[in-house]
């Protein structure tokens, strides 16, 4: 039998063979003088927007509206606009409108700082932080809280280095998240440093144990909260009292804090390479985004992690140490698995293939949100589970005749 001595490369395969287009930095295109002038522009009304300041109103506005503006005509992203909504009310919940906002603009900061340090390569860009601070320094009137408006620079130095070397994209997410979340710390020590004058540990957790029962103590005193609850509870003929529930409720959401707030990092960080690879899409750069900067591969043994998380939290009873760590690992690989998840089931639904595993996430939607989201991260383990084993097979595959190979790309 005649075998085609070079075969084309099997499109689930093209990505081994990406080429890095910053291999030579003379083909990079770059944005006209006016459009990286209004981006700088946008990048440092972000940046200095820090939390613990009060902005204007004006300015919270118009930096409101310069957001969905870059969203709308540059980025042009479903998937970010949904991000951005979920950051935005994530934002809300914590620190109320303006939180909403500073949640946004640490998106566009990281994403658009790394989309100009990649193409401007200029050395015009440190004006950017300069800039910040000195607007920020205006708002606050005072040097050290204005520092707070550097702290997105470093994530976006990051995705640039990352998206130059053609890194892959999951390992330059977890850089940002860990990044973000070494800057976060050092904002808020910071910030305590200012109000209390010295960081003693003792001092922090006593303050966060204090704020627990603080919130504990306003949920009760809320009488209406607390009829309508123990009704409810009545009803069902659990036999629990409502201010117990709402006190082991408070304390587990304390116990899962962590968990928390790595969460809202990767899914931050996520948003922010998201709005860098859209950017070179936008301003027409698409030569710029490569299949590396978009697959979205998660590890094996983070799989299997996940997989024995979500066994050992249908066998775990009461509140421990070991549960809460269990729940909050299981809380962080839960948005990477739900999204290799969601990725599978489009291209099964594209393939026509797996009907019978569609019909039960649509069930599961009709029935509960919650279950939904473990079907779907299920879904997103097992599948990066077999891709070693599908990979594996696909490359030990014997080449196709010459005459089978009028279906492939040319």
């Known amino acids: 039998m005649n075998r085609n001595p070079s075969p084309l490369p099997r499109p689930q395969l093209h990505f081994i063979t990406d080429k890095n287009p910053w291999a030579d930095g003379s083909d990079i295109p770059s944005l006209p003088l006016a459009g990286n002038l209004i981006l700088c522009l946008l990048l440092v009304a972000c940046a200095a927007y820090p939390l613990v300041i009060t902005p204007p109103q004006i300015y919270t506005v118009c930096l409101l509206v310069a957001l969905i503006a870059l969203l709308l005509f540059v980025v042009r992203s479903v998937t970010v606009g ?34 100009l340090i990649s193409t401007c390569r200029s050395y015009a860009l440190v004006a950017v932080p300069v800039a910040a601070y000195a607007l920020s320094l205006l708002l606050c009137r005072d040097p050290m809280l204005a520092v707070l408006s550097l702290i997105a620079f470093p994530a976006a130095g990051i995705l640039a280095y990352n998206t130059m070397q053609n ?39 006593a303050a966060i144990e204090a704020l627990r029962e603080q919130i504990v103590t306003v949920m009760v005193a809320d009488a209406t909260l ?45 948003a922010a390479q998201l709005t860098c ?46 549960t809460a760590a269990i729940e909050n690992l299981r809380l962080i690989l839960l948005p990477g698995m739900c999204l290799v998840g969601v990725f599978k089931l489009g291209a099964d639904f594209q393939r026509g293939v797996s009907k ?25 383990a097992l599948a990066t589970l077999m891709r070693p084993v599908i990979a594996h097979i696909l490359l030990n595959q014997p080449k196709n005749d010459s005459s089978d190979h009028s279906d492939d790309p040319s």
């Open 226 to 270: 607390m009829e309508a609850l123990q009704i409810t509870l009545d009803s069902a003929g659990t036999g629990i009292e409502a201010a117990a529930l709402i006190r082991s409720s408070v304390e587990l959401v304390f116990n899962m804090l962590p968990g928390l707030l790595i969460l809202a990092l990767n899914l931050l960080a996520y």
């Open 82 to 115: 949904i991000l951005s909504a979920a950051l935005f009310f994530g934002g809300c919940l914590t620190g109320g409108f303006i939180g909403g906002v500073y949640a946004v603009a640490l998106m566009a900061t990281v994403g658009i700082g790394a989309f």
């Open 277 to 322: 690879i859209r950017t070179y899409r936008g301003v027409g750069m698409k030569q710029l985004v490569t299949h590396t900067s978009q697959l979205f591969i998660l590890s094996v043994p983070a799989a299997i992690v996940y997989l024995g998380c979500c066994i050992a939290s249908l066998f775990s009873g009461e509140l421990t140490l070991a």
């Open 356 to 380: 019978v595993w569609i019909a039960v996430m649509i069930g599961a939607a009709l029935l509960a949100p919650t279950m939904l989201i473990l079907c779907v991260s299920i879904s997103g």
């Open 167 to 205: 890194r892959p994209r999951v390992s330059s997410i977890c850089l940002i998240s860990i990044m973000l979340g070494l800057c976060a710390v050092f904002g808020g020590a910071l910030v305590w440093y200012h109000q209390n004058g010295t960081i003693v540990p003792s001092e922090v957790l």
